[in-house]
Protein backbone atom coordinates (compact mmCIF):
# COMPACT_ATOMS: atom_id res chain seq x y z
CA UNK A 1 0.00 0.00 0.00
CA UNK A 2 1.26 3.84 -1.04
CA UNK A 3 2.23 5.17 2.62
CA UNK A 4 -0.20 8.13 3.85
CA UNK A 5 1.98 11.21 4.20
CA UNK A 6 1.97 13.16 7.20
CA UNK A 7 3.99 15.78 8.06
CA UNK A 8 4.95 15.77 11.96
CA UNK A 9 3.10 13.07 13.21
CA UNK A 10 2.57 13.20 16.64
CA UNK A 11 3.45 16.76 17.68
CA UNK A 12 2.36 19.80 16.47
CA UNK A 13 4.19 23.93 16.44
CA UNK A 14 5.43 25.84 18.97
CA UNK A 15 5.03 27.25 22.72
CA UNK A 16 7.26 28.37 25.71
CA UNK A 17 9.30 25.80 27.73
CA UNK A 18 8.54 27.79 31.06
CA UNK A 19 5.72 25.32 31.74
CA UNK A 20 6.42 22.02 33.43
CA UNK A 21 2.56 20.23 33.21
CA UNK A 22 2.36 18.56 36.59
CA UNK A 23 -0.33 15.87 36.32
CA UNK A 24 -2.12 16.41 38.99
CA UNK A 25 -4.00 19.68 36.43
CA UNK A 26 -5.28 17.09 34.49
CA UNK A 27 -8.74 16.40 34.86
CA UNK A 28 -10.54 13.38 35.85
CA UNK A 29 -12.75 13.47 32.93
CA UNK A 30 -9.22 13.41 30.42
CA UNK A 31 -7.44 10.93 32.49
CA UNK A 32 -10.72 8.87 32.75
CA UNK A 33 -9.33 5.48 30.20
CA UNK A 34 -6.96 7.86 28.52
CA UNK A 35 -3.04 6.00 28.20
CA UNK A 36 -2.56 9.74 27.30
CA UNK A 37 -3.31 12.80 27.61
CA UNK A 38 -2.03 15.62 25.18
CA UNK A 39 -1.57 18.21 27.21
CA UNK A 40 -0.81 21.23 24.62
CA UNK A 41 -0.01 21.02 21.46
CA UNK A 42 0.06 23.58 18.71
CA UNK A 43 1.19 24.15 14.72
CA UNK A 44 1.70 27.31 12.99
CA UNK A 45 2.13 26.51 9.47
CA UNK A 46 3.45 29.34 6.98
CA UNK A 47 2.91 29.26 3.32
CA UNK A 48 5.38 31.17 1.63
CA UNK A 49 5.33 29.90 -1.81
CA UNK A 50 4.13 27.10 -4.03
CA UNK A 51 7.38 25.52 -2.89
CA UNK A 52 7.95 26.46 0.28
CA UNK A 53 5.91 25.72 3.07
CA UNK A 54 7.17 26.16 7.11
CA UNK A 55 5.40 23.94 10.27
CA UNK A 56 6.19 25.14 13.54
CA UNK A 57 5.41 22.09 15.89
CA UNK A 58 5.13 21.31 19.48
CA UNK A 59 3.34 19.18 21.35
CA UNK A 60 3.27 18.22 25.27
CA UNK A 61 1.78 14.65 25.61
CA UNK A 62 1.39 12.86 29.15
CA UNK A 63 2.01 9.46 29.31
CA UNK A 64 -0.18 7.61 31.79
CA UNK A 65 1.15 4.18 30.82
CA UNK A 66 2.98 1.92 28.76
CA UNK A 67 0.04 1.24 25.94
CA UNK A 68 1.35 5.13 25.51
CA UNK A 69 4.65 4.96 24.77
CA UNK A 70 5.22 5.02 21.30
CA UNK A 71 2.24 7.21 20.77
CA UNK A 72 4.70 10.13 22.88
CA UNK A 73 7.86 8.96 21.59
CA UNK A 74 9.59 12.00 19.71
CA UNK A 75 9.73 11.28 15.91
CA UNK A 76 10.07 13.23 12.81
CA UNK A 77 9.71 12.28 9.33
CA UNK A 78 10.54 14.32 6.63
CA UNK A 79 11.82 13.33 2.35
CA UNK A 80 14.45 14.41 0.72
CA UNK A 81 14.64 18.37 0.36
CA UNK A 82 13.28 19.29 3.85
CA UNK A 83 14.79 21.38 6.19
CA UNK A 84 14.63 20.32 9.96
CA UNK A 85 15.71 23.02 12.51
CA UNK A 86 15.37 23.89 16.18
CA UNK A 87 14.82 20.32 17.59
CA UNK A 88 14.35 20.36 21.90
CA UNK A 89 12.97 17.65 24.11
CA UNK A 90 11.94 17.77 28.03
CA UNK A 91 10.87 14.64 29.53
CA UNK A 92 9.30 16.22 33.17
CA UNK A 93 7.83 13.37 35.97
CA UNK A 94 4.57 13.51 37.64
CA UNK A 95 5.06 16.65 39.44
CA UNK A 96 5.90 18.32 36.58
CA UNK A 97 9.96 18.30 37.89
CA UNK A 98 12.59 18.38 35.07
CA UNK A 99 14.07 15.14 34.44
CA UNK A 100 16.43 15.64 31.17
CA UNK A 101 16.55 17.51 27.66
CA UNK A 102 17.58 16.65 24.48
CA UNK A 103 18.12 18.27 21.41
CA UNK A 104 18.97 17.21 17.43
CA UNK A 105 22.04 15.45 18.06
CA UNK A 106 20.13 13.14 20.19
CA UNK A 107 17.96 11.90 17.88
CA UNK A 108 19.04 9.08 15.23
CA UNK A 109 18.21 8.96 11.38
CA UNK A 110 17.06 5.94 10.03
CA UNK A 111 15.40 5.20 6.43
CA UNK A 112 11.48 5.12 7.51
CA UNK A 113 10.98 1.73 6.10
CA UNK A 114 7.86 -0.44 6.86
CA UNK A 115 8.72 -4.02 7.61
CA UNK A 116 7.26 -5.09 4.06
CA UNK A 117 9.17 -1.89 2.49
CA UNK A 118 12.10 -2.57 0.06
CA UNK A 119 13.31 1.03 -1.02
CA UNK A 120 11.78 4.19 0.43
CA UNK A 121 13.04 7.82 0.25
CA UNK A 122 11.44 8.62 4.07
CA UNK A 123 13.08 9.24 6.23
CA UNK A 124 12.57 9.38 10.24
CA UNK A 125 14.49 11.07 13.21
CA UNK A 126 13.25 9.63 16.48
CA UNK A 127 14.73 9.81 20.03
CA UNK A 128 14.65 6.49 21.98
CA UNK A 129 13.43 7.29 25.25
CA UNK A 130 12.55 4.13 27.73
CA UNK A 131 11.13 5.76 31.10
CA UNK A 132 11.57 4.73 34.34
CA UNK A 133 8.37 5.45 35.90
CA UNK A 134 4.40 6.43 34.78
CA UNK A 135 3.43 8.57 34.34
CA UNK A 136 5.98 11.67 32.94
CA UNK A 137 5.38 14.16 30.53
CA UNK A 138 7.30 14.44 27.17
CA UNK A 139 7.35 18.51 25.62
CA UNK A 140 8.83 18.41 22.06
CA UNK A 141 9.11 21.17 19.24
CA UNK A 142 10.71 21.17 16.12
CA UNK A 143 10.37 23.71 12.91
CA UNK A 144 10.16 21.84 9.60
CA UNK A 145 10.57 23.73 5.92
CA UNK A 146 8.83 21.24 3.22
CA UNK A 147 9.28 21.79 -0.63
CA UNK A 148 5.79 19.95 -0.99
CA UNK A 149 2.96 21.85 -0.60
CA UNK A 150 0.87 19.23 -1.98
CA UNK A 151 0.00 17.34 1.30
CA UNK A 152 -1.43 19.89 4.09
CA UNK A 153 -2.22 17.71 6.83
CA UNK A 154 -6.07 17.43 8.45
CA UNK A 155 -6.52 18.89 12.06
CA UNK A 156 -8.33 16.90 14.22
CA UNK A 157 -8.13 16.19 18.10
CA UNK A 158 -6.41 13.48 17.97
CA UNK A 159 -6.37 9.90 15.60
CA UNK A 160 -6.53 6.48 18.46
CA UNK A 161 -8.25 4.93 21.23
CA UNK A 162 -7.62 5.75 24.93
CA UNK A 163 -6.41 9.18 23.61
CA UNK A 164 -7.45 12.26 25.23
CA UNK A 165 -6.86 16.34 24.49
CA UNK A 166 -6.52 19.00 26.81
CA UNK A 167 -5.79 21.67 24.22
CA UNK A 168 -4.59 22.04 20.17
CA UNK A 169 -4.34 24.60 17.65
CA UNK A 170 -3.53 24.96 14.18
CA UNK A 171 -2.67 28.38 12.96
CA UNK A 172 -2.32 29.25 9.16
CA UNK A 173 -0.32 31.98 7.75
CA UNK A 174 -1.20 32.15 3.97
CA UNK A 175 1.74 34.60 2.56
CA UNK A 176 1.85 32.73 -0.48
CA UNK A 177 -0.95 34.50 -2.76
CA UNK A 178 -2.53 31.35 -3.36
CA UNK A 179 -6.17 30.40 -2.69
CA UNK A 180 -6.00 28.15 0.07
CA UNK A 181 -9.39 26.16 0.55
CA UNK A 182 -10.63 24.76 3.84
CA UNK A 183 -13.38 22.82 5.07
CA UNK A 184 -14.60 22.24 8.41
CA UNK A 185 -16.33 18.52 9.06
CA UNK A 186 -18.40 18.36 12.08
CA UNK A 187 -18.85 15.39 14.61
CA UNK A 188 -22.07 13.88 13.62
CA UNK A 189 -22.61 12.53 16.87
CA UNK A 190 -21.72 16.08 18.77
CA UNK A 191 -18.70 14.39 20.42
CA UNK A 192 -16.01 17.51 20.04
CA UNK A 193 -16.19 20.50 18.04
CA UNK A 194 -13.55 23.16 17.07
CA UNK A 195 -13.30 26.42 17.82
CA UNK A 196 -11.97 29.05 14.53
CA UNK A 197 -10.84 32.85 15.39
CA UNK A 198 -8.79 35.42 12.98
CA UNK A 199 -5.31 35.94 15.07
CA UNK A 200 -2.39 38.50 13.75
CA UNK A 201 -2.98 37.82 9.87
CA UNK A 202 -4.09 34.17 9.94
CA UNK A 203 -6.96 31.40 10.81
CA UNK A 204 -6.42 29.68 14.17
CA UNK A 205 -8.26 26.70 14.91
CA UNK A 206 -8.22 25.23 18.46
CA UNK A 207 -9.88 22.31 19.96
CA UNK A 208 -10.02 21.97 24.24
CA UNK A 209 -11.08 19.19 26.57
CA UNK A 210 -12.09 16.67 24.34
CA UNK A 211 -11.80 13.08 26.64
CA UNK A 212 -10.85 9.90 24.97
CA UNK A 213 -12.44 7.54 22.56
CA UNK A 214 -12.53 3.96 24.77
CA UNK A 215 -11.97 1.12 22.48
CA UNK A 216 -15.37 -0.11 23.69
CA UNK A 217 -17.33 -2.85 21.84
CA UNK A 218 -17.72 -2.18 18.11
CA UNK A 219 -17.21 1.48 18.32
CA UNK A 220 -16.50 3.11 14.93
CA UNK A 221 -12.87 4.57 13.54
CA UNK A 222 -12.43 7.24 15.36
CA UNK A 223 -12.28 9.29 11.78
CA UNK A 224 -16.10 8.79 12.07
CA UNK A 225 -16.96 10.58 15.19
CA UNK A 226 -14.31 13.05 15.82
CA UNK A 227 -14.41 16.77 14.22
CA UNK A 228 -11.38 17.66 11.46
CA UNK A 229 -10.45 20.48 9.13
CA UNK A 230 -9.04 19.99 5.96
CA UNK A 231 -6.67 22.65 3.74
CA UNK A 232 -5.70 22.19 -0.07
CA UNK A 233 -3.77 24.61 -1.68
CA UNK A 234 -5.31 25.36 -5.25
CA UNK A 235 -1.60 26.08 -6.77
CA UNK A 236 0.60 23.03 -5.38
CA UNK A 237 4.41 21.58 -5.47
CA UNK A 238 5.20 17.71 -5.64
CA UNK A 239 8.77 17.14 -5.64
CA UNK A 240 9.58 19.74 -8.34
CA UNK A 241 5.97 19.21 -10.39
CA UNK A 242 4.13 22.00 -9.85
CA UNK A 243 -0.20 21.58 -10.54
CA UNK A 244 -3.26 22.65 -9.70
CA UNK A 245 -6.08 21.15 -7.33
CA UNK A 246 -9.39 23.46 -8.05
CA UNK A 247 -11.18 20.58 -9.03
CA UNK A 248 -11.13 17.11 -9.63
CA UNK A 249 -10.91 16.76 -13.22
CA UNK A 250 -8.20 19.41 -13.92
CA UNK A 251 -6.02 17.55 -10.65
CA UNK A 252 -6.80 14.29 -12.71
CA UNK A 253 -5.12 15.63 -15.75
CA UNK A 254 -2.19 17.06 -13.92
CA UNK A 255 -1.96 13.09 -12.33
CA UNK A 256 -2.58 11.67 -15.23
CA UNK A 257 -0.03 13.70 -17.06
CA UNK A 258 3.04 14.02 -14.59
CA UNK A 259 2.32 10.85 -12.04
CA UNK A 260 0.78 8.09 -14.53
CA UNK A 261 2.46 8.87 -18.17
CA UNK A 262 5.99 8.57 -17.97
CA UNK A 263 5.74 5.25 -16.43
CA UNK A 264 3.10 4.13 -18.93
CA UNK A 265 5.67 2.17 -20.60
CA UNK A 266 5.68 -0.84 -22.35
CA UNK A 267 8.61 -3.13 -23.68
CA UNK A 268 9.27 -5.68 -26.28
CA UNK A 269 9.16 -8.27 -22.99
CA UNK A 270 5.25 -6.93 -21.85
CA UNK A 271 4.29 -7.30 -25.32
CA UNK A 272 5.95 -10.97 -25.59
CA UNK A 273 3.98 -12.01 -22.14
CA UNK A 274 0.71 -11.06 -23.49
CA UNK A 275 1.53 -12.96 -26.69
CA UNK A 276 2.23 -16.00 -24.65
CA UNK A 277 -0.84 -16.32 -22.99
CA UNK A 278 -2.57 -16.74 -26.29
CA UNK A 279 -5.83 -14.72 -25.20
CA UNK A 280 -9.68 -15.70 -26.44
CA UNK A 281 -12.94 -15.06 -25.67
CA UNK A 282 -15.36 -12.85 -23.73
CA UNK A 283 -13.23 -9.66 -22.21
CA UNK A 284 -13.86 -11.20 -18.54
CA UNK A 285 -12.34 -13.80 -19.39
CA UNK A 286 -9.06 -12.49 -21.09
CA UNK A 287 -9.03 -9.93 -17.94
CA UNK A 288 -9.10 -13.20 -15.58
CA UNK A 289 -6.13 -14.72 -17.58
CA UNK A 290 -4.16 -12.05 -17.27
CA UNK A 291 -5.24 -11.01 -13.70
CA UNK A 292 -3.85 -14.97 -12.61
CA UNK A 293 -1.10 -14.28 -14.88
CA UNK A 294 0.02 -11.53 -12.88
CA UNK A 295 -0.16 -13.11 -9.43
CA UNK A 296 1.21 -15.88 -10.46
CA UNK A 297 4.43 -13.76 -10.73
CA UNK A 298 4.79 -11.23 -8.59
CA UNK A 299 4.84 -10.61 -5.04
CA UNK A 300 3.84 -7.27 -2.59
CA UNK A 301 6.96 -5.06 -1.56
CA UNK A 302 6.48 -1.65 -0.68
CA UNK A 303 8.61 0.78 -3.04
CA UNK A 304 8.43 4.86 -1.91
CA UNK A 305 10.15 5.75 -4.39
CA UNK A 306 9.16 7.88 -7.51
CA UNK A 307 7.85 11.76 -7.39
CA UNK A 308 7.37 11.52 -3.63
CA UNK A 309 6.55 8.06 -3.02
CA UNK A 310 3.33 8.64 -5.30
CA UNK A 311 4.13 7.52 -8.56
CA UNK A 312 4.46 3.85 -9.90
CA UNK A 313 7.68 2.07 -10.76
CA UNK A 314 7.90 1.12 -13.96
CA UNK A 315 6.43 -1.64 -15.34
CA UNK A 316 9.18 -3.66 -16.77
CA UNK A 317 11.09 -3.59 -13.61
CA UNK A 318 8.18 -5.30 -12.04
CA UNK A 319 8.22 -7.39 -15.02
CA UNK A 320 11.87 -8.38 -14.15
CA UNK A 321 12.31 -8.24 -10.97
CA UNK A 322 8.63 -10.04 -9.91
CA UNK A 323 7.61 -7.50 -6.94
CA UNK A 324 6.10 -4.20 -6.22
CA UNK A 325 3.58 -2.08 -4.19
CA UNK A 326 0.19 -1.37 -5.41
CA UNK A 327 1.16 1.43 -7.27
CA UNK A 328 3.94 -0.98 -8.97
CA UNK A 329 1.82 -3.70 -9.76
CA UNK A 330 -1.28 -2.19 -10.94
CA UNK A 331 0.08 -0.08 -13.43
CA UNK A 332 1.89 -3.48 -14.65
CA UNK A 333 -1.31 -4.95 -14.73
CA UNK A 334 -2.92 -1.75 -16.25
CA UNK A 335 -0.09 -1.70 -18.95
CA UNK A 336 -0.23 -5.43 -18.94
CA UNK A 337 -4.31 -5.32 -20.31
CA UNK A 338 -3.35 -2.35 -22.34
CA UNK A 339 -0.99 -4.78 -24.71
CA UNK A 340 -4.48 -6.76 -24.69
CA UNK A 341 -6.78 -3.56 -25.89
CA UNK A 342 -8.26 -3.57 -23.03
CA UNK A 343 -9.09 -0.31 -21.16
CA UNK A 344 -8.87 0.28 -17.04
CA UNK A 345 -8.69 3.34 -14.69
CA UNK A 346 -5.75 3.38 -12.19
CA UNK A 347 -7.78 3.81 -8.64
CA UNK A 348 -7.32 5.75 -5.32
CA UNK A 349 -8.84 4.50 -2.51
CA UNK A 350 -8.69 5.07 1.52
CA UNK A 351 -8.21 1.62 2.37
CA UNK A 352 -9.31 0.24 5.64
CA UNK A 353 -11.70 -1.72 8.25
CA UNK A 354 -13.89 1.34 8.10
CA UNK A 355 -15.33 2.66 4.95
CA UNK A 356 -14.56 6.07 4.40
CA UNK A 357 -14.82 7.70 1.33
CA UNK A 358 -13.16 11.35 -0.42
CA UNK A 359 -14.99 14.11 -0.06
CA UNK A 360 -16.61 14.57 -3.66
CA UNK A 361 -17.09 18.65 -3.06
CA UNK A 362 -13.50 19.39 -1.76
CA UNK A 363 -10.74 18.42 -3.81
CA UNK A 364 -7.41 16.93 -2.01
CA UNK A 365 -4.35 14.75 -2.45
CA UNK A 366 -5.41 11.42 -0.40
CA UNK A 367 -5.75 7.86 -0.53
CA UNK A 368 -3.72 4.96 0.80
CA UNK A 369 -3.55 2.41 -1.66
CA UNK A 370 -4.41 1.36 -5.43
CA UNK A 371 -6.68 -0.91 -7.36
CA UNK A 372 -8.12 -1.49 -10.90
CA UNK A 373 -11.02 -0.95 -12.81
CA UNK A 374 -11.81 -2.94 -15.84
CA UNK A 375 -15.04 -1.11 -17.44
CA UNK A 376 -16.66 -3.60 -19.51
CA UNK A 377 -20.52 -3.58 -21.01
CA UNK A 378 -20.99 -6.16 -18.44
CA UNK A 379 -20.22 -3.82 -15.83
CA UNK A 380 -16.90 -3.06 -13.71
CA UNK A 381 -14.19 -5.72 -13.20
CA UNK A 382 -12.47 -4.82 -9.95
CA UNK A 383 -8.98 -6.05 -9.48
CA UNK A 384 -6.62 -5.92 -6.27
CA UNK A 385 -3.13 -6.77 -7.37
CA UNK A 386 -0.85 -6.77 -4.54
CA UNK A 387 -2.46 -10.68 -3.49
CA UNK A 388 -1.15 -13.51 -4.83
CA UNK A 389 -4.26 -15.44 -3.59
CA UNK A 390 -6.93 -13.13 -3.86
CA UNK A 391 -10.05 -13.93 -5.76
CA UNK A 392 -10.37 -12.43 -9.83
CA UNK A 393 -12.97 -9.71 -9.56
CA UNK A 394 -13.16 -9.26 -6.09
CA UNK A 395 -12.57 -6.45 -3.52
CA UNK A 396 -11.73 -7.35 0.26
CA UNK A 397 -13.45 -5.42 2.75
CA UNK A 398 -11.10 -3.30 3.37
CA UNK A 399 -11.86 -1.50 -0.18
CA UNK A 400 -15.60 -2.04 -0.33
CA UNK A 401 -18.25 0.02 -0.33
CA UNK A 402 -16.07 3.55 -0.67
CA UNK A 403 -15.82 5.59 -3.51
CA UNK A 404 -12.37 5.85 -5.55
CA UNK A 405 -10.45 8.90 -7.47
CA UNK A 406 -10.09 6.62 -11.14
CA UNK A 407 -8.01 8.90 -13.29
CA UNK A 408 -8.43 9.34 -16.55
CA UNK A 409 -6.86 11.29 -19.33
CA UNK A 410 -9.42 13.68 -19.01
CA UNK A 411 -9.48 14.03 -15.09
CA UNK A 412 -10.55 12.42 -12.33
CA UNK A 413 -13.99 10.20 -12.30
CA UNK A 414 -14.96 9.39 -8.50
CA UNK A 415 -16.30 6.12 -9.16
CA UNK A 416 -17.97 3.60 -6.33
CA UNK A 417 -16.55 0.33 -5.38
CA UNK A 418 -19.02 -2.59 -4.84
CA UNK A 419 -20.94 -2.99 -1.84
CA UNK A 420 -21.73 -6.71 -1.11
CA UNK A 421 -25.45 -7.54 0.48
CA UNK A 422 -25.69 -10.27 3.10
CA UNK A 423 -26.06 -12.60 0.92
CA UNK A 424 -23.17 -12.48 -0.65
CA UNK A 425 -21.20 -12.85 2.69
CA UNK A 426 -22.07 -15.38 3.49
CA UNK A 427 -20.74 -18.61 5.53
CA UNK A 428 -22.42 -22.34 5.09
CA UNK A 429 -21.71 -25.22 7.37
CA UNK A 430 -23.08 -28.72 7.23
CA UNK A 431 -22.45 -30.57 10.21
CA UNK A 432 -22.63 -34.39 10.76
CA UNK A 433 -21.76 -35.36 14.53
CA UNK A 434 -22.38 -38.60 16.09
CA UNK A 435 -23.22 -38.27 19.94
CA UNK A 436 -21.58 -40.55 22.29
CA UNK A 437 -22.02 -42.08 25.39
CA UNK A 438 -18.73 -40.65 26.87
CA UNK A 439 -19.68 -36.88 26.24
CA UNK A 440 -17.84 -36.98 23.40
CA UNK A 441 -18.86 -36.10 19.72
CA UNK A 442 -17.10 -37.02 16.45
CA UNK A 443 -18.07 -35.27 13.05
CA UNK A 444 -17.42 -34.06 9.54
CA UNK A 445 -17.95 -30.74 8.46
CA UNK A 446 -17.89 -29.14 5.01
CA UNK A 447 -17.73 -24.96 5.42
CA UNK A 448 -18.34 -22.68 2.33
CA UNK A 449 -17.26 -18.63 2.58
CA UNK A 450 -17.64 -16.36 -0.04
CA UNK A 451 -17.55 -12.54 -0.08
CA UNK A 452 -16.13 -10.62 3.32
CA UNK A 453 -16.29 -13.78 5.08
CA UNK A 454 -13.91 -15.19 2.37
CA UNK A 455 -11.89 -12.47 2.77
CA UNK A 456 -11.73 -13.24 6.75
CA UNK A 457 -10.85 -16.96 5.70
CA UNK A 458 -8.23 -16.33 2.82
CA UNK A 459 -5.36 -16.51 6.32
CA UNK A 460 -5.91 -20.61 5.78
CA UNK A 461 -4.15 -20.42 1.80
CA UNK A 462 -0.84 -19.29 3.12
CA UNK A 463 -0.82 -22.06 5.80
CA UNK A 464 0.99 -25.40 5.69
CA UNK A 465 -1.33 -28.37 7.17
CA UNK A 466 -0.14 -27.97 10.45
CA UNK A 467 -0.64 -24.24 11.03
CA UNK A 468 -4.11 -24.88 8.80
CA UNK A 469 -5.37 -27.41 11.41
CA UNK A 470 -3.69 -24.99 15.06
CA UNK A 471 -5.49 -21.98 13.59
CA UNK A 472 -8.59 -23.79 13.29
CA UNK A 473 -8.65 -25.43 16.55
CA UNK A 474 -7.96 -22.03 17.78
CA UNK A 475 -10.93 -20.13 15.70
CA UNK A 476 -13.36 -22.77 16.73
CA UNK A 477 -12.45 -22.46 20.59
CA UNK A 478 -16.12 -22.71 21.17
CA UNK A 479 -15.45 -26.80 21.11
CA UNK A 480 -13.41 -28.67 23.37
CA UNK A 481 -11.18 -30.46 20.26
CA UNK A 482 -9.26 -33.19 21.36
CA UNK A 483 -8.39 -33.23 17.62
CA UNK A 484 -9.42 -31.57 14.66
CA UNK A 485 -8.09 -31.59 10.66
CA UNK A 486 -8.76 -29.65 7.57
CA UNK A 487 -8.91 -30.81 4.25
CA UNK A 488 -9.98 -30.84 0.79
CA UNK A 489 -9.07 -26.46 1.39
CA UNK A 490 -9.98 -24.92 -2.05
CA UNK A 491 -9.57 -21.48 -3.17
CA UNK A 492 -11.53 -20.54 -6.07
CA UNK A 493 -10.14 -17.61 -7.33
CA UNK A 494 -12.58 -17.66 -10.09
CA UNK A 495 -15.96 -17.78 -8.22
CA UNK A 496 -14.01 -16.14 -4.73
CA UNK A 497 -15.09 -18.51 -2.65
CA UNK A 498 -13.49 -21.11 -0.09
CA UNK A 499 -14.16 -24.25 0.91
CA UNK A 500 -12.94 -26.45 2.90
CA UNK A 501 -13.90 -30.02 5.27
CA UNK A 502 -13.09 -30.87 8.78
CA UNK A 503 -12.64 -33.64 10.71
CA UNK A 504 -12.56 -33.91 13.76
CA UNK A 505 -13.40 -34.94 17.84
CA UNK A 506 -14.57 -32.79 20.83
CA UNK A 507 -14.57 -33.78 24.67
CA UNK A 508 -16.91 -32.57 27.09
CA UNK A 509 -19.40 -31.58 24.69
CA UNK A 510 -22.78 -33.40 26.47
CA UNK A 511 -23.69 -33.39 30.27
CA UNK A 512 -24.88 -36.06 32.69
CA UNK A 513 -28.38 -35.99 34.00
CA UNK A 514 -28.69 -38.76 36.01
CA UNK A 515 -28.40 -41.67 32.72
CA UNK A 516 -29.57 -39.07 30.25
CA UNK A 517 -27.15 -36.67 28.32
CA UNK A 518 -28.17 -32.90 27.76
CA UNK A 519 -26.24 -31.00 24.81
CA UNK A 520 -26.27 -27.39 23.15
CA UNK A 521 -28.38 -27.36 20.11
CA UNK A 522 -25.69 -25.32 17.89
CA UNK A 523 -22.02 -26.70 18.97
CA UNK A 524 -20.40 -23.90 16.66
CA UNK A 525 -21.09 -20.17 17.19
CA UNK A 526 -19.58 -16.84 17.67
CA UNK A 527 -18.72 -17.06 21.68
CA UNK A 528 -18.78 -12.98 21.91
CA UNK A 529 -19.75 -11.46 25.36
CA UNK A 530 -22.65 -8.75 25.52
CA UNK A 531 -23.14 -6.44 28.66
CA UNK A 532 -25.74 -4.32 28.66
CA UNK A 533 -24.11 -0.43 29.22
CA UNK A 534 -26.62 2.55 30.42
CA UNK A 535 -23.46 4.66 30.69
CA UNK A 536 -22.50 4.24 26.91
CA UNK A 537 -21.18 7.26 25.57
CA UNK A 538 -19.88 6.14 22.19
CA UNK A 539 -21.65 4.95 18.71
CA UNK A 540 -21.37 1.70 17.54
CA UNK A 541 -20.74 0.33 13.82
CA UNK A 542 -22.12 -2.93 12.17
CA UNK A 543 -18.93 -2.77 9.45
CA UNK A 544 -20.82 -5.23 7.12
CA UNK A 545 -23.84 -7.12 6.60
CA UNK A 546 -23.18 -10.83 6.56
CA UNK A 547 -25.29 -14.12 6.35
CA UNK A 548 -24.72 -17.82 8.37
CA UNK A 549 -26.21 -20.76 7.30
CA UNK A 550 -26.11 -24.20 8.69
CA UNK A 551 -27.13 -27.78 9.05
CA UNK A 552 -26.31 -29.57 12.10
CA UNK A 553 -27.09 -33.40 11.91
CA UNK A 554 -26.70 -34.91 15.47
CA UNK A 555 -26.38 -38.91 15.28
CA UNK A 556 -27.49 -40.28 18.54
CA UNK A 557 -26.08 -42.95 20.34
CA UNK A 558 -27.31 -46.61 20.04
CA UNK A 559 -30.13 -47.32 22.14
CA UNK A 560 -31.33 -43.68 22.86
CA UNK A 561 -34.34 -41.16 21.94
CA UNK A 562 -35.22 -37.60 22.20
CA UNK A 563 -36.72 -36.91 25.20
CA UNK A 564 -36.75 -32.85 25.19
CA UNK A 565 -35.69 -30.33 22.70
CA UNK A 566 -36.71 -26.95 22.20
CA UNK A 567 -39.48 -25.30 19.67
CA UNK A 568 -38.42 -23.54 16.97
CA UNK A 569 -37.40 -20.06 17.40
CA UNK A 570 -37.42 -16.88 15.58
CA UNK A 571 -35.97 -13.77 16.63
CA UNK A 572 -36.23 -10.04 14.49
CA UNK A 573 -34.95 -6.45 15.10
CA UNK A 574 -33.50 -3.57 12.78
CA UNK A 575 -30.26 -4.99 13.69
CA UNK A 576 -30.92 -8.55 11.85
CA UNK A 577 -32.92 -11.66 12.22
CA UNK A 578 -32.66 -15.63 13.56
CA UNK A 579 -34.43 -18.42 12.86
CA UNK A 580 -33.92 -22.09 14.53
CA UNK A 581 -35.23 -25.33 14.00
CA UNK A 582 -36.16 -28.89 15.00
CA UNK A 583 -36.84 -31.71 13.15
CA UNK A 584 -36.62 -35.50 14.80
CA UNK A 585 -35.58 -37.81 11.58
CA UNK A 586 -35.14 -41.78 12.77
CA UNK A 587 -32.05 -41.64 15.00
CA UNK A 588 -30.96 -38.69 13.94
CA UNK A 589 -31.94 -34.83 14.99
CA UNK A 590 -31.39 -31.88 12.46
CA UNK A 591 -31.09 -28.65 13.50
CA UNK A 592 -31.38 -25.80 11.35
CA UNK A 593 -30.01 -21.98 11.59
CA UNK A 594 -30.13 -19.07 9.63
CA UNK A 595 -28.58 -15.60 11.14
CA UNK A 596 -28.33 -12.38 8.97
CA UNK A 597 -26.84 -9.09 10.42
CA UNK A 598 -27.27 -5.84 8.85
CA UNK A 599 -24.70 -2.93 8.20
CA UNK A 600 -24.96 -0.45 9.90
CA UNK A 601 -23.72 3.01 11.94
CA UNK A 602 -26.00 3.19 15.31
CA UNK A 603 -26.46 6.02 17.72
CA UNK A 604 -25.60 5.17 21.12
CA UNK A 605 -28.90 4.79 22.62
CA UNK A 606 -29.78 1.86 20.57
CA UNK A 607 -26.97 -0.03 21.48
CA UNK A 608 -28.73 -2.18 24.39
CA UNK A 609 -31.32 -2.74 22.19
CA UNK A 610 -28.48 -4.23 20.14
CA UNK A 611 -27.13 -6.37 22.73
CA UNK A 612 -30.67 -7.65 24.11
CA UNK A 613 -30.95 -9.28 20.42
CA UNK A 614 -27.33 -10.47 20.24
CA UNK A 615 -28.01 -12.46 24.02
CA UNK A 616 -31.41 -13.86 22.44
CA UNK A 617 -29.63 -15.14 19.56
CA UNK A 618 -26.90 -17.16 21.88
CA UNK A 619 -29.23 -18.20 24.11
CA UNK A 620 -31.48 -19.65 21.31
CA UNK A 621 -27.98 -21.10 20.05
CA UNK A 622 -27.23 -22.57 23.58
CA UNK A 623 -30.99 -24.34 24.17
CA UNK A 624 -30.55 -27.55 25.08
CA UNK A 625 -31.72 -30.99 23.52
CA UNK A 626 -32.05 -34.11 26.14
CA UNK A 627 -31.29 -37.67 25.41
CA UNK A 628 -32.06 -40.64 27.26
CA UNK A 629 -31.89 -44.51 27.13
CA UNK A 630 -34.86 -46.02 25.90
CA UNK A 631 -36.65 -47.52 28.03
Avoid at 201 to 217: M, R, S, W
Avoid at 357 to 366: A, R, V
Avoid at 616 to 630: G, Q, T
Wanted: some cysteine; glycine content about 6%.
Amino acid sequence: MMKLWCVGAFSLASFYYAQSYPVSEISDVLKKNASAVIRNESTVLEINKVDEIVYRNSSAITVINKDAVGFSLPKIYYEKGNTVSNVKVTVYDEKGAKIKSYSKSDFTDVAANSQDTFHSDSRMMYLSYIPTSYPYTIEFSYDQKDQNTIFIPDFTPYNDFNISLQKSSFKVINKSGINLRSKTYDSPFGFASVKVSDQDGGKLYTYENIPVIDQEDMVPNPQKILPKVSFSLDQFNLVGKKGSITNWKDFGVWYYNNLLTPVSVSTPQIKAEIAALNLSGSTEEKVKKIYQYMQSKTRYVFVALGIGGWQPMMPDEVQKKGYGDCKGLSNYMKILLDEAGIPSYYCKVISGSSSISFDKDFPKMGGNHIILCVPTEKGNIWLENTSQEMAYNHLSFSTTDRNVLAVKPDGIEIMETPSYSSQQNKEKQVLNIQLNPDKTITGNGKFTYTGNQYDFNLVFAGLGQAEKNNTIKNTLSILDFDKVEMSDFKNNRDLATIDFDLNFKAVNYSKMVGSSYIFRAVPIYANARYHQDENRSLPFENRFSYEDEYEIIYKLPAGYIIEEMPENGNVNSEFGTYKISFEKKEDKLIVKRFFQMKKGLHSKDKYNDYVSFRKKVMNADNSKILISKKS
